[in-house]
């Protein structure tokens, strides 16, 4: 391959997303198919509460039938008083102990409905306490366009070391991000109804652009703290204490009991030309949908605002989802987990009822109750020792007998092999054909992409910069998360990765194929047809792939550039006004230790080369 330039690619992808993002003609909605929210109070800049409002103007959109909600540009403010409730089981949210109550509070419920476009125009949904923002459930052909997304007192707390000396150290919070000092001289992290108890810390250093776990406010929270000025507090410190000035603490609390916005059991949803700025607990969470295309999302902090973080976990997950799911032009920068999480829920089998008749459970704490199977899906019985589907059947029955166990009948015997108390059942029907393409990743402490489904996927024209972790994950689980089994048509091509997995993830490959299998045999391969081409890879010395239990592995035409092992690789996807950073001179062999291989069967790796990493002054424009 020739020079990486990787001020050009991230110029390239940048450009496609801004040139991508269409303008609104404020005239072109017909007015007679269409509800405007100020027709029922809803005034922008009044900062009332205008959930009411909304609420008579979703109602209005069902009985008149109506295609359109409208809103004129400018800032809505949204309070959970008055706001509708819903019970929902969500995936990987809470467990029973953490949230015992499942009721979710929704600012804008989009519910029964077909055909409805709300339409933003730049308006500003600014939402307080805590709550899911947008809901659409039981829908189809909805469109989400021209929105943003924040909190008044975003969920994550911020704050920067200034010093750190003989008298303590100093920070400075984010003005978003409010506290308290008892007199005892403890402070607590407080928002709009709620006060932070179970705590999650990320660092963030300004000069690597690397994210990563920190005990940091563990120290703080644990030492006196006293305020020199608003938003300036003196933490006195123990002497071995010796942050870095200038790194900012991200802190959360861990319970999820709300997500940002939720798709639940919908089809044709459509997010477009959307901006969030925060979303509470995990981010967007699709829940057993089909067909959602996600286009010129921009997940990330409102520019100039000071803040990092822009989701308390992930910024897309779908689980249990179908057809087609579609990811374009999207941006992703500074999650508190994984931007993008795709894969569906692996049920163990508990009891063997009859000769066709299953008791599975749900068995990871927070991913429960909710609706894992209909009668007419094909599911699998997957072996959790090798990970094989060993066979498949038709639901005819279920019966949910608790939150945690569902019945299930087939259309024939359920094989002898299955094992009782170790064997999983896998939903076919509710697994994707995933499409990636021409987004950008950076700015986690995670992974960039998990994905595991059996239809086609692919992941192609992106820039993924300074994930922590792999940088892109396919894993199939039954021993900890239980999501999802073997992959078999995965095309990952022409993608950037910079500064990925130098924190860890599976052996620190960039991009990793991870079965939770016991043994890895290649005669029993766990994943199929995986093709990794013509990608470019900027690396800080550390493997580019770790593939475990995978037939079909094609790693070919692939560049490998090898930087400093400090971080300091830079590109504009994480600052502006960065060096032009490349990798230039004679291409060589790519070295065998860059690619880690464990019981994989016939792959190919060929054509891929490695080149010097150089530095040159990016010339004034």
């Not at 798709?263 to 699709?286: C, L, T």
């Not at 589907?389 to 094989?415: G, H, I, K, N, Q």
């Not at 924190?503 to 194929?513: F, N, R, T, Y």
């Not at 790693?555 to 032009?580: L, Y």
Request: charged letters at 25%.
């Amino acid at each position: 391959m020739g020079k990486i330039s990787v001020l050009t690619i991230c110029h390239a992808v940048t450009a496609a997303l801004l040139l991508s993002v269409p303008a609104v003609a404020s005239g072109s909605v017909p007015h007679a198919d269409t509800v405007r929210v100020s027709e029922f109070g809803v005034r922008p800049y009044s900062y009332e509460n205008c959930v009411d409002g909304l609420k008579q103007a979703l109602r209005a959109c069902r009985d008149r039938g109506v295609s359109v909600l409208l809103f004129d540009g400018g800032r809505y403010d949204i309070w959970p008083e008055g706001a509708e409730r819903r019970e929902w089981f969500i995936t990987n949210s809470s467990t029973e102990e953490e949230c015992p109550s499942k009721v979710k509070t929704v600012g804008l419920l989009i519910e029964d409905m077909q055909g409805l476009t709300v339409e933003g125009r730049g308006a500003e949904l600014v939402f307080h306490g805590k709550m899911i923002t947008v809901a659409v459930s039981h829908c189809r052909d909805i469109v989400l366009r021209g929105l943003a997304i924040d909190f008044e007192r975003p969920g994550m707390s911020e704050m920067t070391y200034v010093s750190s000396g003989a008298e303590g150290t100093v920070v400075d919070f984010h003005p978003d991000s409010r506290y308290g000092i008892d007199t005892s001289g403890r402070i607590s992290l407080i928002g709009e109804g709620w006060k932070a108890e179970h705590f999650h810390c990320i660092e963030y250093d300004p000069d690597t652009k690397r994210s990563f776990y920190s005990g940091g406010w563990d120290v703080l929270r644990s030492s006196y703290a006293e305020e020199l000025s608003r938003g300036k507090v003196l933490f006195r410190t123990p002497s071995n204490f010796s942050p870095k000035p200038g790194n900012t603490l991200s802190v959360r609390d861990i319970i999820r009991d709300h997500i940002g916005l939720f798709i639940h059991e919908s089809a044709g949803v459509r997010i477009e030309d959307v901006k969030i700025y925060y979303m509470q607990g995990p981010g967007i969470v699709s829940q057993f949908s089909d067909d959602l295309t996600m286009s010129r999302v921009d997940c990330s902090p409102r520019k100039g605002g000071g803040r990092l973080i822009a989701s308390s976990a992930d910024f897309m997950h779908f689980s249990g989802c179908g057809g087609r799911i579609g990811i374009f032009d999207c941006n992703f920068a500074g999650a508190h987990d994984d931007p993008i999480n795709i894969h569906g829920t692996n049920l163990r089998v508990v009891e063997k009822l009859a000769p066709d008749r299953l008791l599975l459970r749900f068995m990871h704490g927070q991913s429960y109750g909710f609706k894992a199977f209909s009668p007419g899906d094909t599911v699998a019985f997957i072996n959790a020792e090798t990970m094989q589907r060993m066979s498949y059947a038709v639901v005819r029955e279920t019966e949910r007998v608790s939150d945690r166990l569902v019945e299930l009948s087939f259309d024939r015997a359920v094989p002898d092999g299955v094992s009782v108390g170790l064997d999983c059942v896998e939903n076919i029907t509710c697994t994707p054909e995933v499409e990636i393409r021409r987004c950008r990743f950076t700015r986690t402490n995670t992974r960039g992409t998990l994905v595991t489904t059996p239809r086609k996927v692919v992941i192609a024209d992106n820039v993924y910069c300074k994930t922590g972790m792999s940088a892109i994950l396919i894993e199939a689980d039954v021993k900890d998360w239980y999501e999802s089994g073997p992959v078999c048509d995965v095309l990952i091509e022409n993608n950037l990765f910079i500064d990925c997995a130098w924190l860890g993830g599976p052996e620190k490959a960039v991009i990793a194929l991870h079965p939770s299998n016991a043994v890895a045999d290649a005669g029993r391969p766990v994943h199929r047809n995986v093709r990794i081409v013509g990608n470019s890879f900027i690396t800080c010395g550390n493997p580019v792939l770790y593939a475990k239990s995978t037939a079909g592995l094609r790693f070919t035409g692939n560049s490998v550039a090898v930087g400093p092992a400090d971080g300091s690789i830079e590109c504009d996807c994480c600052s502006a006004g960065a060096e032009e950073r490349s990798a230039g001179g004679a291409a060589a062999e790519l070295p065998a230790s860059y690619i880690i291989l464990e019981g994989c069967a016939d792959p190919v790796i060929e054509g891929n080369s490695m080149t010097e990493f150089s530095v040159k002054s990016r010339p004034n424009d």
